[in-house]
Nanobody, 115 residues
Framework: QVQLVESGGGLVQPGGSLRLSCAASGSIFSMRAMGWYRQAPGKERELVAV???????NYANSVKGRFTISRANAKNAVFLQMNSLKPEDTAVYYC?????????WGNGTLVTVSS
């Protein structure tokens, strides 16, 4: 069992930046991939960014060029650097771990982009 705890959310003005962190209770080295998802009010949860064990990354079109996902295996942590934030980025952001078909989720951290 892997527990994931997100942090770093908050209120930020449009154009601002936030860095989300995801701390895992166990090793993430063996995970096929780690990812960030988000769910805005009234919408379905969607993929934001994913990073594989080999370091390959993939991003939703809506965040390409603005968000960067990274991982620190030694710290069992995954990060999401979010720049040039827009009001439409407002959502609860969830960390996800994919252990070769078994998925784990954190409880989420709220990001609100508003002036």
């Amino acid at each position: 069992q892997v527990q994931l705890v997100e942090s770093g959310g908050g209120l930020v003005q449009p154009g601002g930046s936030l860095r989300l962190s995801c701390a895992a209770s166990g090793s993430i080295f063996s995970m096929r991939a780690m990812g960030w998802y988000r769910q805005a009010p009234g919408k379905e949860r969607e993929l934001v960014a994913v990073i594989t064990g080999g370091g390959s990354t993939n991003y939703a079109n809506s965040v390409k060029g603005r968000f960067t996902i990274s991982r620190a295996n030694a710290k069992n942590a995954v990060f999401l650097q979010m720049n040039s934030l827009k009001p439409e980025d407002t959502a609860v952001y969830y960390c996800n771990a994919d252990r070769w078909g078994t998925y784990y989720w954190g409880n989420g951290t709220l990001v609100t982009v508003s002036s």
